[in-house]
Each structure stands twice: as C-alpha cells, then as structure tokens.
C-alpha cells in the first residue's frame, strides 16, 4: 500500500511563504511523476505543479512564478515552495503520483490545510 504524507500547512498572513513536503512510501519516486493540487470548499481539485522522473516541471498560471515544486528522490520526497502567498491560496493542498506510463494520478495524499489571512 501506497502512502504519501503531506506536511507543512498552516497559518500564514498575505505576502508570507510555506514549504510544503510530501514523503511517500514507494520503494523509490525516481520513476514517478509527482504533483500538487488543491482544493477549496464546494470546488473541484485544482492542479498546482507537477515534477517528471526527468526532474521537468509545469505550473499553473495561477502559481507560475510564485510556487516551486522540487524533489529529493534520495529521501523519496516531493516539496511545494510557496511564496507571496495571496488569501485565495487558502486551500488543502494535496501531493499524488502516477507511475511512468500511468495517464491519471493514482496515489494521493490525504492533504494539509494552508490558510493565508489577510
């Protein structure tokens, strides 16, 4: 079985920064693609970022530039760098991976609360 464990969430006020992990209990996530998404209340999930096993990354245009998604295959982690935080950030954020030829994520994280107050 699968785990993957977010960490990090928490308060923070308009403009801060959080650094989310995700540590995952795969025997190795070098072959993984590995993503972040959220969610509000009443909203679909929302991808955020993504990392390739070739360490490529893609964003969305709401975070470009803002949130940096990074991993450590050594220690089987996936990290969520957010800066300049904006109230609309608030959300639970959640990790996932898909194996190398899998089209839809199929392992996820049960989330972490990230509320940014104005």
């Known amino acids: 079985q699968v785990q993957l464990v977010e960490s990090g969430g928490g308060l923070v006020q308009a403009g801060g920064s959080l650094r989310l992990s995700c540590a995952a209990s795969l025997r190795t996530i070098r072959v993984f693609h590995l993503g972040w998404f959220r969610r509000t209340p009443g909203e679909e999930r929302d991808f955020l970022a993504t990392s390739s096993p070739s360490g490529a990354s893609t964003y969305a245009a709401s975070v470009k530039g803002r949130f940096t998604i990074s991993r450590d295959d050594t220690k089987n982690t996936v990290y969520l760098q957010m800066t300049s935080l904006k109230p609309e950030d608030t959300a639970v954020y959640y990790c996932?991976?898909?194996?190398?030829?899998?089209?839809?994520?199929?392992?996820w994280g049960q989330g972490t609360q990230v509320t940014v107050s104005s």
């Open positions: 996932a991976a898909r194996g190398l030829f899998n089209a839809d994520y199929n392992y």
